[in-house]
């Protein structure tokens, strides 16, 4: 039976099936929490400006509004119990009109660090997690001095709205700073300094509204062009290193207070040293695996999460290598699915998406194997065939 709306008055109340979940964002991200969902009886109404959304083909109510179209979210909030989302670039504003109204998890204190370089590093900074050598710039003049302070090469990074590599240019020698400036449009902006790394990982955290957290497995990561190509898991380190990057993901999870999911990209460097890159507080591309190859999928954690349910055991129950299906693939029509699919330990997720673009997510697949490297070699001989 469908918990009366009405009874969501207090923080701590878990939120049961029958209730509907309000998901902000209609990405694939959206789209598994959607089926995760809806797999253990909730209701899930999407909000996207987007219509025919990856998750809004599987919800059962979609809003195609604005999401500073307030008197829009206001309505779309009195009809869920909780709320949550798939993606950071939310407006402060209808942050706050949702959480005048419904719980929102992760809360907007979380988000509004999270959405934003400047911040977040500011935050992991004055918290003292070790991270890359940084300098907010907001003038060609201050992006001249903090590129001369911290030596070529650099990356200089927009503060808000960056992902897969957009709002990011890498400096090697001296440059025309002021069109540079003019170019990344905006007030704020943070330059890095060039990590040389051995590899880059990640975990998702996870943490319910009684403070209980539980961490999945290192994903050790492989990028092409800045988008994340293929996940290897457990990643390929030293026990003490999985250990280190367990202790810091824990760490930073309850020093934000997550209720919800928190994914941590990480560089280890040559030298054997772990820097935090970014966070996102939601369900990540490197945590595609657990669907697979884990007891509880990082979409029904953020479910449970939200909800305040108990959460679920993050054990890996196979080695798994995921690969990422960008638009790319369909240059010469649809790929070759049957060839995939020949592979009895080969499993073909596709999010919905009808416009292949290049570099555009369109679907993950996973291999799994008692080997991790028996699993890589599957799975990228399996992609070269199917681009045939």
């Known amino acids: 039976m469908m918990t009366d709306v009405s009874q969501v008055n207090s923080q701590y109340a878990s939120i049961l099936p029958g209730s509907i979940i309000g998901l902000l964002g209609g990405g694939q991200l959206g789209r598994m929490f959607a089926l995760a ?21 599987v919800c059962d109510q979609e809003y195609h509004v604005p999401y500073d179209d307030l008197v829009s979210v206001e309505k779309f909030a009195c009809e869920t119990h909780v709320i949550t989302f798939e993606f950071e670039n939310i407006p402060s504003a209808t942050l706050s009109a949702l959480e005048a109204l419904r719980p929102v998890r992760p809360d907007a204190r979380v988000l509004r660090i999270c959405q934003n370089r400047e911040r977040e590093k500011a935050f992991l900074s004055a918290q003292g997690y070790p991270l890359p050598a940084y300098r907010v710039v907001d003038s060609p003049v201050s992006l001249r001095n ?5 030596g070529f090469p650099c990356v200089l ?5 960056g992902y897969d590599g957009k709002g990011q240019l890498k400096i090697e020698k001296d440059e025309d700073w002021k069109t540079i400036w003019l170019k990344f449009n905006a007030p704020h902006a943070v330059v890095e300094t060039w990590v040389d790394f051995q590899q880059e990982i990640s975990i998702v ?3 319910g509204i009684d403070g209980t957290l539980k961490t999945y497995p290192v994903s050790e990561n492989i990028q092409n062009h800045h988008i994340l190509d293929y996940s290897i898991v457990p990643a390929r380190l030293d026990h003490h290193i999985q250990l280190e990057v367990e202790m810091l993901a824990r760490s930073i999870t309850e020093a934000l207070k997550v209720v919800g999911l928190l994914a941590i990209e990480f560089f280890l460097t040559r030298e054997g040293q772990i820097l935090v890159n970014e966070l996102a507080p939601r369900p990540h591309n490197s945590g595609h695996f657990t669907v697979d190859a884990c007891v509880t999928s990082q979409f029904e954690q953020q479910l449970r999460a939200v909800c305040g349910l108990p959460l679920g055991s993050t054990a890996l129950l196979s080695p798994v290598v995921m690969v990422n299906l960008l638009g790319d693939l369909w240059k010469s029509g649809t790929p070759d699915w049957k060839r995939l699919l020949s592979e009895p330990f080969a499993r073909l997720h596709l999010y919905g998406k009808s416009q292949p673009r290049k570099g555009r997510k369109m679907g993950h697949y996973c291999i799994l194997s008692d080997d ?12 070269s065939l199917i681009q045939e």
């Not at 969902?37 to 083909?57: E, F, K, N, T």
């Not at 903090?146 to 911290?150: E, I, M, N, Q, T």
């Not at 991790?372 to 992609?383: G, H, M, N, Q, W």
């Open 372 to 383: 991790v490297e028996i699993a890589l070699d599957k799975a990228l001989t399996l992609r």
């Open 205 to 207: 955290c996870a943490r």
């Open 157 to 161: 990074k927009t503060a808000d709205f």
């Open 146 to 150: 903090a590129v001369l302070d911290l």
């Open 37 to 57: 969902a809806r797999r253990m009886g909730y209701r899930i109404h999407v909000l996207d400006p987007v219509s025919d959304s990856p998750a809004g083909q």
